[in-house]
T-cell receptor, first 117, second 115 residues
């Protein structure tokens, strides 16, 4: 597609359940990012994939969070044993390689709204 | 740790008023600087970016920003706002030349323009 595609757009889950959020980056973009946007907060970096390199997981808030990127394209963010504080918009973004260090623009998807009840 | 500060949480202006949104970052090295906008119900979009060269950067919809290295600032300006500029604005920094590939965002400034 023309832009970054995320699914589901909205997800309500019970506390303690696992959730998976999917991201389809722009075709040809080798850098992929996950951010979290909580109410009243800025965008919190979670994880960054660049080509075949080991991902930068430095932003993941706990070991309940993990992400995969298969075949250098689609990515899945998994949150295990969800807690109410995980409620947020999870944003995926992509950019051409090599990433923003060379001035490439990051393009964002519309986000997945996660509500943990 | 590197950080980005946006001093105004919520700015309310009347149409045709001038706008300046502050952004400061804490990093002594070379940076790339960005302003993103999020209109109600829409995804984040790039307004403008500074990578190198002229520190006065012009973006879409009449916005501009000036990089002042000595002040670690990248303030966003628009001479005359319109109701359609109502949105949330995010300043972001990328650390050029470092190993970190992601953007560091400020907490955002919500702009409300009264018609």
């Amino acid at each position: 597609g023309a832009g970054v595609s995320q699914s589901p757009s909205n997800k309500v889950t019970e506390k303690g359940k696992d959730v998976e959020l999917r991201c389809d980056p722009i075709s040809g973009h080798t850098a992929l990012y996950w951010y979290r946007q909580s109410l009243g907060q800025g965008l919190e970096f979670l994880i960054y994939f660049q080509g075949n390199s080991a991902p930068d997981k430095s932003g993941l808030p706990s070991d309940r969070f993990s992400a995969e990127r298969t075949g250098g394209s689609v990515s899945t963010l998994t949150i295990q044993r969800t807690q109410q504080e995980d409620s947020a918009v999870y944003l995926c973004a992509s950019s051409l390689s090599p990433s923003v260090r060379s001035g490439n623009t990051i393009y964002f998807g519309e986000g997945s709204w996660l509500t943990v009840v | 740790a590197q950080s980005v500060s946006q001093h105004n949480h919520h700015v309310i202006l009347s149409e045709a008023a001038s706008l300046e949104l502050g952004c400061n970052y804490s990093y002594g090295g070379t940076v790339n600087l960005f302003w993103y906008v999020q209109y109600p119900g829409q995804h984040l979009q790039l307004l403008l970016k500074y990578f190198s060269g002229d520190p006065l950067v012009k973006g879409i919809k009449g916005f501009e920003a000036e990089f002042i290295k000595s002040k670690f600032s990248f303030n966003l300006r628009k001479p005359s706002v319109q109701w359609s500029d109502t949105a949330e604005y995010f300043c972001a920094v990328a650390l050029n030349g470092g190993s970190q590939g992601n953007l560091i965002f400020g907490k955002g400034t919500k702009l409300s323009v009264k018609p």
